[in-house]
Nanobody, 118 residues
Framework: QVELAESGGGLVQPGGSLRLSCAAYGSDFSIYVMGWYRQAPGRERELVATISSGGGTNYADSVKGRFTISRDNVQYTVYLQMNSLKPEDTAVYYC????????????WGQGTQVTVSS
């Protein structure tokens, strides 16, 4: 069982930066594939980035070169550094954890709002 708590969202101007954090509470964090997803109003939730237990990363094409996902297996935290933000990045961002051995074990955070606007 894992509980996830996101933080770091807010209002930022186009071209600005934000860093999201997701703290995990519970089972061994290192065995989970961690991810960030986002959902804009009227749209489906979409993948932003994932990071495996070994540090391998995967990004949506729309954020490649601008966003960086990382994890700290000691602090049980995953980060999403977002640079060169665009209005279309506006969404609720959700942290996600998937057990590496039992992928039916999926956990979600409550989400944090990111608004990119001048």
């Amino acid at each position: 069982q894992v509980e996830l708590a996101e933080s770091g969202g807010g209002l930022v101007q186009p071209g600005g930066s934000l860093r999201l954090s997701c703290a995990a509470y519970g089972s061994d964090f290192s065995i989970y594939v961690m991810g960030w997803y986002r959902q804009a109003p009227g749209r489906e939730r979409e993948l932003v980035a994932t990071i495996s237990s070994g540090g391998g990363t995967n990004y949506a094409d729309s954020v490649k070169g601008r966003f960086t996902i990382s994890r700290d297996n000691v602090q049980y935290t995953v980060y999403l550094q977002m640079n060169s933000l665009k209005p279309e990045d506006t969404a609720v961002y959700y942290c996600n954890a998937v057990h590496s051995w039992y992928p039916n074990q999926v956990y979600w955070g409550q989400g944090t709002q990111v608004t990119v606007s001048s």
